[in-house]
Nanobody
Framework: QVQLVESGGGLVQTGGSLRLACAAS????????MGWFRQAPEKEREFVAA????????AYGDSVKGRFTISRDDGKNTVYLQMNNLDAVDTAVYYC????????????WGQGTQVTVSS
């Protein structure tokens, strides 16, 4: 079993930055793909970013490209999401997720951390 715990959310002004962290524990493998998703009130969950093992490749949702950066430290079993130039539309609960590289859907999810961007 894998446990994912997000941290780093909070309140920030428009144009500000936040860095989210996701600490993984349990039978997590460095080959897992790690991802970030978000869900705003009354909206569907949205893909934000993902990173493959050892950071060999990354992917981003169109709405965050150029502003967000995903990274991972496999020695610490932690994945990060650096968010810059935040806007009110980025307000959402952000979720960390992990999947076996052989799977097409995510196997494990964190509880989420709230990010609120005020104008």
């Amino acid at each position: 079993q894998v446990q994912l715990v997000e941290s780093g959310g909070g309140l920030v002004q428009t144009g500000g930055s936040l860095r989210l962290a996701c600490a993984a524990s349990g039978e997590i493998f460095s080959t897992y793909v790690m991802g970030w998703f978000r869900q705003a009130p009354e909206k569907e969950r949205e893909f934000v970013a993902a990173i493959a093992w050892a950071g060999i490749s990354t992917a981003y949702g169109d709405s965050v490209k150029g502003r967000f950066t995903i990274s991972r430290d496999d020695g610490k079993n932690t994945v990060y999401l650096q968010m810059n130039n935040l806007d009110a539309v980025d307000t959402a609960v952000y979720y960390c997720a992990a999947r076996d590289v052989r799977h097409t859907t995510y196997d494990y999810w964190g509880q989420g951390t709230q990010v609120t961007v005020s104008s």
